[in-house]
């Protein structure tokens, strides 16, 4: 992550790759998977994201449409228990070691992509109203999964954020806020709970007034989206609320 005053911001990996287990038990006891899923979000220039597309693969088999999988990933938390989010290289040993060989290139594993996941306009998940600050814009980055206490400690220490356990914002069950300056602008971020326990989300908030696409906050968006799903949370959408 970026360091106050420093304009860079890591651009994260274009597709996501998961590995599709039998059951809760095969991937608990690290058997082999049955297959991989990858899968690409399609966003505006804003960052926000309007699809989903997505392709799965079975040992064994072809390469198959899995727009209906990826709908389901976000909303059942049976099949979520099934998967694990991987980086590239845990999916190219996984396709390899069930026989596929080595996997195809990011343009070529687009070619697998048939069916479209449209994502709606408005939150899938009912959301807390963002907290009201002076900033211009406010995106949200929402997250399905349920997030250890490890994986919590990891996204606060790499986002370097403080614990925020004040008793008076337990409606927001805040989990950690982080400030940067970045190209000029001040950034915010808050970590949150949502749903019951079953979803998380990262506000993301710019005091930049202009609504013209901004590569800066595009990145981090990526990034955010990145690091959450390293410690097994779902992206769901990315959105603009405000």
Do not use: C, K
């Not at 998977?33 to 079975?58: H, K, N, Q, Y």
């Amino acid at each position: 992550m970026s360091r106050a005053g420093q304009p860079a911001v890591d651009v994260a990996e274009q597709l996501d790759y998961y590995l599709v287990f039998a059951n809760v038990r095969a991937r608990e006891r690290a058997l082999p998977p049955e297959g991989i899923v990858v899968e690409e979000f399609v966003l505006r220039a804003d960052g926000t994201a309007s699809a989903l597309d997505s392709a799965g693969w079975t040992a064994g088999g072809t390469w198959w449409s899995a727009a209906a999988f990826s709908r389901g990933l976000r909303s059942d938390a049976r099949l979520q228990a099934r998967v694990t989010p991987v980086d590239r290289a845990g999916a190219d040993v996984a396709y390899r070691m069930l026989g596929g060989g080595d996997l195809g290139s990011e343009p070529e594993l687009r070619r697998h992509f048939l069916d479209r996941l449209d994502l709606p306009g408005a939150a899938p998940l009912q959301l807390v109203p963002a907290q009201a600050t002076g900033e211009r814009r406010i995106y949200r980055v929402l997250l399905a999964g349920d997030l250890t206490e490890p994986g919590l400690a990891a996204l606060r220490g790499g986002w370097r954020m403080q614990p925020f356990d004040r008793h008076d914002d337990a409606a927001h069950r805040i989990a950690g806020r982080t400030r940067r300056t970045l190209d000029g602008q001040t950034v915010t971020w808050t970590l949150r709970r949502i749903g019951v326990d079953t979803a998380w989300a990262v506000d993301l908030a710019t005091d930049r007034a202009a609504d013209a696409p901004d590569p800066t906050v595009t990145a981090l968006l990526g990034r955010l989206r990145a690091d959450a799903r390293n410690q097994g949370l779902i992206p769901v959408t990315v959105e603009r609320l405000r």
